[in-house]
């Protein structure tokens, strides 16, 4: 069993910056694939980025390529994830997950964290 609290959103202009966290509990945090989804009002959740258990693996959603940073700390058992360049369109409910395999999509991690709102202003 793994519990996820994610850290850090919060209302930032456009062009700013967030840093995402979501700790982890467990022994076994390196053994997890760990990914980041967010969910806008009206719409379904979207892949983000995701980061293989030993960190040398990421995939990252076109959208926010380039601007968003996905890394981990297994020794804090802790995920991060950091965005620049914020748009209003990164607006969203943003969840931390975590599966035993890297994979960009959804029902493919068991583990989710209750989220934390991102607000872009323009």
């Known amino acids: 069993q793994v519990q996820l609290v994610e850290s850090g959103g919060g209302l930032v202009q456009a062009g700013g910056s967030l840093r995402l966290s979501c700790a982890a509990s467990g022994r076994t945090f390196s053994s997890y694939a760990m990914g980041w989804f967010r969910q806008a009002p009206g719409k379904e959740r979207e892949f983000v980025a995701a980061i293989s258990g030993s960190g040398g693996i990421t995939y990252y959603a076109d959208s926010v390529k380039g601007r968003f940073s996905i890394s981990r700390d297994n020794a804090k058992n802790t995920v991060y994830l950091q965005m620049n360049s914020l748009k209003p369109e990164d607006t969203a409910v943003y969840y931390c997950?975590?599966?035993?395999?890297?994979?960009?999509?959804?029902?493919?991690?068991?583990?989710w964290g209750q989220g934390t709102q991102v607000t872009v202003s323009s």
């Open positions: 997950s975590a599966g035993p395999v890297i994979r960009t999509t959804a029902r493919t991690y068991n583990y």
